[in-house]
């Protein structure tokens, strides 16, 4: 596997409050563009802040990499992003995404972006939430 992509697998699999805080330089460009539903911000602060904010509304949130390619300075990871609900516990929740990865000439991210389907994976296990975005699922297949 290419190293770029065995040290990104590595820091996502291990990421913790202390490595948002000091290990983000380590891996994102500091211009680093970073999208996913919710998000799109530019700089390792703007990245940083993101991350912080998931310790703060979720519990025990952890990534799993379950495949990586990668080809030039473009890598493609597909991953389970697994959480407990604060308010509600119903135990582990899972959302499962997939990143696009744009490696800087120096092999750190320049670009992250992450897919994954909001509706499906989160509004849809969200007790009221949920009953609708079922709801209106049924109504549009």
Not at 59 to 69: K, L, N, S, W, Y
Not at 111 to 131: C, F, I, N, Q, T
């Amino acid at each position: 596997m290419d190293p770029r992509v065995t040290r990104l697998k590595q820091f996502f699999e291990t990421l913790s409050p202390a490595s948002v805080e000091r290990g983000l330089e380590a891996v994102y460009a500091p211009d680093a563009r970073f999208k996913d539903p919710f998000n799109d911000v530019r700089g390792i602060d703007a990245i940083r802040q993101v991350f912080a904010r998931m310790y703060e509304q979720v519990d025990a949130p952890r990534f799993v990499i379950t495949e990586a390619v990668c080809e030039g300075d473009q890598a493609f990871l597909t991953w389970d992003f697994r959480f407990r609900l604060r308010k509600w516990r119903d135990g582990e929740q899972t959302i499962r995404g997939a990143t696009h990865i744009q490696f800087s000439q120096d092999g750190r991210v320049a670009l992250h972006r992450d897919y994954w389907d909001a509706a499906e994976e989160l509004y849809e296990k969200l007790p009221v939430v949920g009953s609708l975005m079922r709801w209106l699922k049924r109504q549009a297949s």
